[in-house]
């Protein structure tokens, strides 16, 4: 029996593949009648080093339940005589007939049994992220924690046990915890969307519509985790006019991941029920949307009119402005370019994107994409400029060229269109309000418009924008040779912009 139960915990190495664009890895599986058998598994990902770490995280995790499973089986037991009438050890509640009872021998090592109770506590920290084979050793394990208690003494294992706050199978929490602990475990849990700047948006989310309640991070969860408190937080989301409906699921979402998260840390005394009194809210209806708008010509010459100083004083913001309108691409992927993604491949200056580093964060595989830079752009002096800047600064090839990308902090920074460019759109009249469809990724319909306009097909315009295609075709014959994506891209030219260009290639030459 136990054999079976191991099968999958105790699987051979983890090997990584990539199939439709979804990473996925295989298990080797233990031999049946000498076949080879395999478990294929999706890491939910298109990310490499998020799938290389993932699979880092479970191979370090096998290797933990090898040694669970070594130090289990390699306990050392004794028979004793237990009088009628006295509570067994081993059943709670259980009284004995006078039979014997298995008792941890003194020839056990003390580090391996506290090994032992400490690997079982840390896995049982896991146990969402375990197979069925894996949680039927914790459980095994979790049989003898009363033998192994009795083995270690009070004091060792209150000393471990200070290191972890979960529960193991058969045993009742009584430990309590405040908002902000329970808020702290949910931004550690491991999703594919956790990045840094998805745990500082969750976290103020939450924070916010708790101190609406009158709640703080250092009020007892139990403040928190109960149907009065829900309601009245749910429905003030609700009745706000202010924000749409996807905003609002949002935020009821993430209040009800900490109330998950409250109960996966203590079911005994947060109850699961609570998270039924969570409301279901419809997504924001199409026509209620603030779709993205491309500016129109009078808006970019307004923008790109050489009598503002903006431009002049701010040349980064320029020339990031340049990267979207000729390139289509995303704010992330326009401010987040290193010295190193601009260089010349057979003859051609090139601009890639990556998703190499911790803040380039693309969109999709797609976003992924190595792009010709336009002709009217090198007659700007782009690469000059570039060139010069690094220069100037004794830039290594992996620092990021647009320096604001980051905060002081080292993190994205997603504030980039509106404390920088924003701002100046608004004094100028382009922009008349936050979400009036005029923003950084109206460049890029700008783009696919003109393309479009040119004549140019779908397979190219997905290559330079970074789109997936829409149809089978348009994604099997995407991926087309550099000196062809050129000749398609410099089909357009933005003809009414020239002018102001003329003026901007003598005013940025001498930055």
Not at 13 to 38: A, C, D, G, S, T
Not at 255 to 278: H, Q, R
Not at 387 to 400: E, G, I, S, V
């Amino acid at each position: 029996m136990t054999e079976k139960c191991m099968a999958n915990c105790m699987a051979k190495p983890i090997h990584l593949h990539l199939r439709n664009k979804i990473f996925y890895y295989r298990v080797e599986l233990p031999r049946v009648n000498n076949k080879r058998r395999y478990k294929i598994i999706s890491l939910h990902t298109q990310n490499y080093y998020e799938a290389q770490e993932k699979i880092r995280q479970m191979e370090e995790l096998q290797e933990k339940f090898a040694r669970l499973q070594k130090l289990y089986f390699n306990l050392i037991y004794i028979r004793v005589s237990i009088p009628s009438g006295i509570p067994s050890g081993n059943n709670f509640g259980v009284i004995s007939t006078g039979i014997s009872e298995k008792k941890l021998s003194d020839e056990n090592k003390v580090e391996d049994v506290k090994e032992l109770y400490t690997l079982i506590l840390s896995l049982s920290k896991q146990v969402e992220a375990l197979t069925e084979g894996q949680q039927a050793l914790i459980e095994k394990v979790s049989d003898i924690v009363p033998n192994i208690k009795e083995f270690l003494g009070p004091t060792i294992v209150s000393l471990i046990q200070s290191q972890f706050s979960c529960k193991l199978p058969n045993e009742t929490d009584t430990t309590t915890y405040t908002i902000g602990k329970v808020l702290d475990f949910l931004l550690l849990r491991k999703q594919a969307t956790n990045t840094e700047n998805y745990q500082n948006r969750k976290k103020q989310a939450i924070v916010k519509a708790l101190e609406e309640a009158g709640l703080s991070l250092n009020d007892d969860y139990i403040k928190f985790h109960n149907v009065n408190t829900v309601e009245k937080i749910t429905k003030s989301i609700i009745i706000d006019k202010t924000i749409k409906n996807d905003n609002k699921k949002m935020k009821v979402r993430y209040l009800k991941e900490l109330a998950a998260c409250g109960n996966n840390l203590n079911p005994d005394l947060y109850s699961t029920n609570i998270i039924n009194v969570f409301p279901q809210i419809e997504n924001t209806k199409k026509a209620d949307k603030s779709p993205h708008q491309p500016y129109t010509k009078e808006q970019l010459l307004e923008i790109f009119n050489p009598k503002y100083d903006f431009f002049k004083n701010n040349p980064d913001a320029f020339w990031t402005c340049m990267i979207a309108l000729f390139t289509g691409a995303r704010m992330n992927a326009a401010i987040t370019l290193q010295y190193k993604d601009i260089f010349t491949k057979d003859g051609i200056a090139c601009i890639q994107f990556l998703s190499d580093h911790s803040i380039k964060q693309l969109k999709n595989e797609a976003s992924e994409r190595l792009v010709p830079i336009h002709k009217q752009l090198l007659e700007l002096g782009f690469v000059d400029y570039i060139k010069r800047k690094q220069t100037k600064l004794k830039a290594k090839d992996t620092d990021f060229i647009i320096t604001k990308c980051q905060t002081k902090s080292g993190q994205y920074n997603n504030k980039y269109f509106t404390r920088e460019l924003s701002p100046f759109f608004t004094d100028i009249r382009v922009k008349t309000e936050a979400n009036d469809g005029y923003d950084f990724h109206s460049f890029r319909k700008n783009i696919s418009i003109a393309m479009q306009d040119a004549g140019i097909i779908n397979t190219y315009i997905n290559d330079v924008i970074g789109w997936e295609g829409k149809s089978t075709m348009e994604q099997s014959y995407s991926n087309h040779r550099l000196e062809e994506i050129k000749a398609q891209l410099n089909k357009f030219e933005y003809d009414f912009l020239k002018p102001h260009f003329a003026k901007w290639k003598t005013i940025m030459a001498k930055k």
